[in-house]
């Protein structure tokens, strides 16, 4: 009969929180390294449009085809696309540019599954924290164009959303594609949110729809007509504040 040793467990709480406290200073070392490289890899990509839409769409959809062209009137309009990085819309958007005029950028996450990066991208980036991805959708981006999409299309656009109402990025056109698609959401967010006034009629005005890819450019170009898209130093301090 043989008595196998245990090596004793730590019991000092002290040191476990000392651990602890460690492990997570060098993860916020981490997060900013990540912030920095993908600030010095982006702040020359502007004016930009940020395409959103789900990871699942096959190539023979017509979502996929429709953001294929999209993609390429906004990039032979000046626009840099940004996507995802991943399959689906987010590879039609890339795919879509990639021959155009403006750079075709892939934000990649390191995703279990799903999340494999396609291969239209000039400009390629990496991230393990999806808040950080979210951040580098936003700071970019002169418009966002909303492809159907599921829980994290959802997700993204209504972040996006949130931070114009709230003041805490500048007003840009949200553009939704595919009206029967976004109908049901649409209808629901006209009665039920304004109707219990969770949101006031005014945020309506946040959202636009629009099918046609040349009148998705056209609008983009028609909200920036007045003002350019330079950002003015105070708006580039709001933008360090999302």
Not at 71 to 78: H, K, V, Y
Not at 159 to 173: D, F, R, V
Request: hydrophobic content about 40%.
């Amino acid at each position: 009969m043989s008595i196998s040793k245990k090596v004793p467990k730590t019991t000092n709480p002290d040191l476990q929180g000392q651990h602890q406290t460690g492990h997570e200073s060098w993860h916020a070392f981490e997060i900013m390294a990540e912030f920095v490289d993908a600030t010095e890899r982006l702040k020359e990509i502007t004016p930009a449009v940020t395409i959103f839409g789900s990871a699942r769409t096959s190539v023979d959809h017509p979502y996929y085809k429709l953001t294929e062209e999209v993609a390429r009137l906004l990039s032979d309009a000046g626009f840099s696309v940004i996507s995802g990085g991943g399959p689906g819309i987010m590879e039609a958007a890339n795919k879509g540019a990639f021959p155009g005029r403006s750079p075709s950028i892939g934000l990649n996450i390191e995703l279990p599954h799903e999340q494999t990066r396609n291969p239209y991208q000039d400009v390629s980036q990496n991230f393990k924290h999806f808040f950080m991805r979210k951040v580098m959708f936003v700071k970019y981006a002169s418009a966002y164009v909303v492809m159907p999409g599921g829980f994290g299309t959802l997700d993204e656009v209504m972040e996006a959303i949130t931070l114009i109402q709230t003041g805490k990025t500048l007003k840009m056109p949200i553009i939704l594609v595919c009206e029967a698609f976004w109908r049901g959401l649409l209808d629901w967010v006209k009665t039920t949110l304004v109707d219990e006034q969770m949101i006031s009629v005014e945020d309506l005005d946040l959202i636009q729809v629009i099918d046609d890819p040349a009148q998705i450019v056209e609008a983009i170009f028609k909200h920036y007509e007045t003002r350019g898209f330079k950002l003015s130093p105070e708006e580039e301090q709001v933008q360090l504040y999302l």
